[in-house]
């Protein structure tokens, strides 16, 4: 269960998947053998997710459960257990911003003031035009490009104050900020390039 | 077999069995929490570390096999502090409020911290704080107190089948709950209560009712179905405060439905606490001996063809035995005990019986179920069937209703069609009999109180005696009851004798006037306008459905109040105990016949004592003598071959929170009833 504080909201009283979420969910139960379909549970839920805009509604976890043969509260079980699955309204970019230890010596604060300032939301809430929504979160595990936040799908890493704020800022027009490394740097390589291997054989 | 040492002390156990058993086989306590015997291993609260030698760290022995040549240790320093380490971590978020709650002085983790508690805490953060939780209306939650056990996870999953507890969230943020805060839909829901080993689940109706300590307990016997679970009652003064089960590996193992549990506020409403007479069509409040001289005066110089009586679901077997004593001092052979008209055959012991016994589940390998509905006619044994389908290689089939049971059935049919099928070997299912080495049927009330209930019963007997139900050491032919006083009165035959009415008879000479005088034991489950003519004597507890008609209200015991046999629905004879004196003047059943003997012409009973009346009924009865114990019956001859009717199975349980007087004057039933039973809604379990 994520930390996000929503405003009051109102479980929509049913869920079905799309055609093509059918489709999707059909292919995972399906690499399972027979009578073994809940291992598809998690692949499923986040495909409801994905579809329903980034949450997961209370309707989604029954009609998974029916799907799937099990217990409502063992499908609530997982859905409340992996912080990857929000059971409240997120806005269209969740914005979580990594401050564990390695972001947070490498200025993850800095990185969460910019967030702050440029959404005019606090940590956990979404903002008046339901476009963002910004979380802490504990760590994501790009320890090496930190600070670093994922929006979406995406990491950004090597972040500060001024290459957050350009990225909100592109966002919010509507752009499409390249992820990865904001500085000089491919991947995990270190800056400025390599250092060590530099021929190739 | 594996044996090991376990505190210099060495013990050869079964192959499977894990550390902690084996330190129980060697007479070693080991304090736990998450551990029971009854439920899978979860081996999360790790309060039963002990050390192993050459282990390189305590290990949790409730979760490690016994293995041969182990040497384990549970009375060294370092046990005792990886003890106290585990109980210093639990007690970091579990409050200090042991004197508000419900489970003090009767808490595991209170008796444990005894031995392995530090004196004061090392931490001066705040405690957490969990929201309580809505379980439904026997179920009360204090959820701060949990400690993350699951044990009521694990019960409500493998024991009570029904998956609707689970743990939410995840670290710190743990919490138990059902699935979005419903009320837990199960008949066996109150045993989280006895599971819980702190005071996070208690019993909501018995909440700061009482403490444990200041309660008188007497060891009894349940009478809200035919299961005869053993009970503990305990109470206060002239009050019951509240019922807990009693260990019975025969019968309830250790435990009980939620009827048998929470009834018990029924005992204390809507009593009979003193005779009433109807005068001028208006009851009024009579003495003893105003009530005795009414009945006196009907009764007397009227020929025994023109009085009758019915014991119902709740009478005793020693009421009945004096009743059926009184009538045949009164010419009278119109009595019967089949209060809901079941076709039952008195004369063969074993076309009754739950002949494999409740155990005998254990055993079986394929088992029918015609018309009856388990899980609400009889909990205990449904959960069971359940155990027993756990373990695999049990097929069950269903002839009647589709009832929404705890474990997976093919059902085969609605009505006697299907059971002439599968009688005749036509039908998939007759297969499957044929091929188990233990096969089982259980007949339920639901096809025998039927026009066609004999020719029922008759082909119930072709099943079992064609598909090898009844062999060497294995009778598998079962009828399961719905009343407590069922059996006990088949077997004292208190059926119509020589020429005598049964139960439709009665009604229907009562209502034309063949039938003057109805005397009714505790019988409330009968069409009662039918006997608007006739001279009513109702004898009974509650003022319910049989006091409607009464012109002669005798004021009865309830089972907590007497001194009473009780034969289950497998023939085992069992003794209820008195906790509480009856309200007011109400008295033992037994006890009332006898004193209205007296005044009847030629009716005197010949016993003064429950001794000299249960020695009367012990020559009747040899086996009434063989307490707690099953006398195993004779096979034989019974049920008449005949056309069978059309009309699907029913079972006659349709409200299971309201089957008899005590349970409809709880206030706790009838919230039960409201909330949980809605939830079957459509299952046929609904009324």
Request: net charge negative; charged share 20%; glycine share 10%.
């Amino acid at each position: 269960m994520s930390g996000v504080h929503a405003a009051p909201f109102v479980q929509p009283a049913s869920f079905e998947f799309t055609p093509e979420s059918l489709e999707q969910v059909n292919r995972h139960i399906a690499k399972y053998p027979k009578g073994r379909q809940q291992s598809a549970v998690m692949p499923l839920l986040d495909i409801a997710q994905r579809q329903n805009g980034g949450w997961l509604p209370e309707a989604a976890i029954r009609v998974i459960g029916e799907l799937l043969g099990m217990p409502y509260i063992r499908v609530y079980e997982v859905a409340s257990f992996y912080t990857m699955y929000n059971l409240v309204p997120v806005g269209r970019h969740f914005v979580q911003v990594c401050t564990t230890t390695p972001c947070w010596l490498r200025g993850s604060d800095q990185v969460m003031d910019a967030c702050r300032q440029s959404l005019g939301v606090r940590n956990g809430q979404t903002s008046a035009d339901g476009q963002f929504t910004l979380l802490e979160v504990e760590c994501l595990g790009a320890c090496v490009n930190a600070p670093m936040m994922q929006i979406g799908d995406d990491f950004y890493e090597d972040l500060d104050a001024d290459s957050t704020r350009r990225i909100l800022d592109d966002l919010k027009a509507g752009r499409a900020p390249t992820p990865g490394p904001q500085i000089d740097r491919v991947n995990a390589a270190p800056v400025g390039g390599p250092t060590t291997l530099k021929e190739t054989a | 077999m594996p044996t090991l040492t376990i505190d210099g002390k060495e013990v050869t156990v079964a192959q499977g069995t894990t550390v902690l058993q084996a330190c129980e086989v060697a007479g070693v306590e080991v304090p736990r929490f998450c551990y029971h015997e009854r439920l899978s291993i979860a081996g999360n609260c790790r309060m039963c570390l002990v050390e192993q030698e050459k282990a390189p760290k305590p290990i949790a022995s409730c979760a490690m096999p016994a293995a041969d040549n182990m040497v384990i240790h549970t009375n060294t320093p370092q046990v005792k502090k990886a003890r106290e380490g585990v109980m210093e971590f639990l007690l970091i978020n579990h409050p200090l409020d042991c004197p508000i709650c419900d489970q003090g002085g009767e808490c595991d983790l209170q008796d444990q911290s005894i031995a392995y508690g530090k004196g004061a805490s090392r931490f001066h953060e705040n405690k957490r704080a969990v929201k309580e939780k809505y379980m439904g209306p026997l179920i009360k939650t204090v959820m701060t107190r949990c400690i993350h056990c699951t044990r009521c996870v694990r019960f409500a999953e493998e024991v009570a089948g029904v998956e609707e507890i689970g743990a939410i969230g995840r670290g710190e943020h743990m919490e138990i709950t059902t699935y979005l805060e419903q009320a837990m839909t199960s008949e066996l829901s109150g045993n989280v209560i006895d599971l819980c080993p702190v005071g996070a689940l208690t019993s909501k109706p018995y909440a700061f009712t009482a403490r444990s300590w200041e309660l008188e307990k007497v060891e009894s016997v349940d009478v809200h179905d035919a299961v005869g679970s053993n009970i503990r009652v305990d109470f206060r003064g002239k009050e019951v405060m509240r019922v807990l089960p009693r260990l019975n590996e025969d019968i309830n193992q250790e435990w009980i439905s939620d009827k048998t549990r929470f009834a018990y506020d029924g005992l204390k409403r809507n009593r009979l606490d003193r005779p009433y007479v109807r005068e001028n069509g208006k009851l009024r409040e009579a003495t003893w001996a105003e009530a005795f001289a009414a009945i006196a005066a009907r009764v007397n110089g009227l020929p025994g063809g023109k009085i009758a009586a019915i014991a119902g679901d709740l009478a005793d077997l020693e009421a009945m035995a004096a009743l059926k004593d009184l009538m045949a001092n009164l010419g009278s052979a119109n009595i019967d005990c089949r209060q809901d008209g079941a076709k039952l055959d008195a004369s063969v012991r074993a076309s009754y019986l739950f002949n494999s016994t409740i155990a005998g589940i254990d055993k079986a390998d394929a088992l029918l179920i015609v018309g009856s509905n388990p899980r609400i006619e009889a909990p205990i044994i449904n959960a069971r069937i359940r155990q027993r389908w756990l373990n695999g290689g049990f097929r069950i089939g269903v002839i009647g209703e589709r009832p929404e049971l705890t474990y997976d059935y093919d059902y085969l049919g609605a009505g006697p069609g299907t059971l002439g099928e599968v009688a005749s070997g036509g039908h998939s299912f007759a297969d499957v009999l044929r091929g188990a080495k233990n096969p089982m049927i259980i007949v339920g009330q639901g096809a025998l109180t039927r026009a066609d209930g004999a020719a029922v019963l008759a082909a119930a007997r072709e099943i079992a005696e064609t598909y090898g139900m009844i062999g060497e050491g294995w009778n598998g032919f079962n009828v399961l009851h719905t009343a407590a006083s069922r059996v006990g009165g088949l077997d004292l035959g208190f059926v119509p004798g020589e020429g005598g009415l049964d139960v439709g008879g009665i009604l229907a000479g009562a209502e034309s006037g063949a039938v003057e005088v109805v005397y009714l034991l505790h019988a409330d489950e009968l069409d009662t306008s039918k006997l608007d003519k006739a001279f009513v004597i109702y004898q009974g507890s509650h003022g319910d459905n049989g006091v409607k008609h009464a012109d002669v209200i005798l004021p009865g015991a309830a089972y907590t109040e007497k001194n009473a046999t009780w034969i289950n629905t497998e023939g085992r004879v069992q003794l209820g105990n008195r906790a509480v004196f009856p309200p007011g003047d109400a008295r033992e059943d037994w006890t009332i016949i006898r004193a209205l003997s007296e005044v009847l012409t030629g009716g005197k009973l010949p016993y003064d004592n429950l001794g000299a009346l249960r020695r009367r009924i012990a020559a009747a009865l040899p086996h009434a003598t063989a307490v707690d114990d099953i006398v195993s019956a004779e096979w034989g001859s019974f049920g008449e071959a005949g056309p069978l009717g059309d009309a699907p199975f029913a079972s006659t349980v349709t409200q299971h929170y309201l089957t008899n007087p005590i349970c409809r004057a709880s206030y706790t039933m009838a919230e039960c009833h409201a909330v949980i039973e809605p939830a079957h809604e459509g299952t046929g379990t609904h009324g």
